[in-house]
């Protein structure tokens, strides 16, 4: 069955504290992506890589890290310099070989800072 | 920069009636147009691409560059359309998506 996991599907941590959430692809896609919603702004964009050892940080960057060793990999860490980490981050991968691909979500990981 | 807003954060609309879905975007050049749509318990998912020029779920979008509008309407809502609905840009030559903020649209019986 093709598509995209995250996990875990709800995170627990303290503040102050680094975390990192898993997305896994077995779509074959080179790009993929991470952003993070939060009701009434909508998708916001953090991080995305369209091939691997390589990424650009979106709009809201400051206070995550992520990597691309595999292509099927993309893994986000929430650092403890990040203000407002408790969220529903979103993962999701599409191809680059054409314009008009879109993109093939994963089910969210919702993370809580207390 | 590339801007997507929805105006309406929420829509209420009864069974059977139409229903409309603004999306207003801010892009100089010529702009690749998405509707996602999540529902509930469900993952989000491509509702459909501006360059499709396909109707699904009875759904349709027409870009509308003089008025940088994506609007997304039905003519008949039904109570399985109750879901949020993003309306996103691709610009030219890039590869991200932006999203706006969502509607969350209510069908009633």
């Known amino acids: 069955d093709g598509g995209i996991t995250q996990s875990p599907k709800y995170l627990f941590r303290k503040e102050g504290q680094n975390v990192t959430l898993s997305c896994e692809q077995n779509?074959?896609?080179?790009?993929m992506y991470w952003y993070r919603q939060d009701p009434g702004q909508g998708l916001r964009l953090i991080y995305y890589?369209?091939?691997?050892?390589?990424?650009q940080k979106g709009d809201i960057a400051e206070g995550y890290s992520v990597s691309r060793e595999k292509k099927e990999s993309f893994p986000l860490t929430v650092t403890s310099a990040q203000k407002n980490p408790t969220a529903f981050y979103l993962c999701?991968?599409?191809?680059?070989?054409?314009?008009?691909?879109?993109?093939?979500f994963g089910n969210g990981t919702r993370l809580t800072v207390t | 920069a590339q801007r997507v807003t929805q105006p309406e954060k929420l829509l209420s609309v009864f069974k059977g009636a139409p229903v409309e879905l603004k999306c207003n975007y801010s892009?100089?050049?010529?702009?690749?147009l998405f509707w996602y749509v999540q529902y509930s318990r469900q993952r989000l998912q491509l509702l459909l691409r501006?360059?499709s020029r396909e109707s699904i779920k009875g759904f349709t979008a027409d870009l509308n560059k003089g008025e940088t509008s994506f609007h997304l309407k039905k003519p008949f809502a039904q109570e399985e359309d109750s879901a949020m609905y993003y309306c996103?840009?691709?610009?030219?030559?890039?590869?991200?998506?932006?999203f706006g903020q969502g509607t969350r649209l209510t069908i009633n019986p």
């Open positions: 999701a991968s599409s191809r680059t070989d054409s314009y008009n691909s879109p993109l093939h």
């Open positions: 779509l074959n896609h080179d790009a």
């Open positions: 890589s369209q091939i691997v050892n390589d990424f």
């Open positions: 892009y100089s050049g010529s702009p690749e």
């Open positions: 501006h360059i």
């Open positions: 996103a840009l691709r610009g030219q030559g890039a590869q991200k998506l932006v």
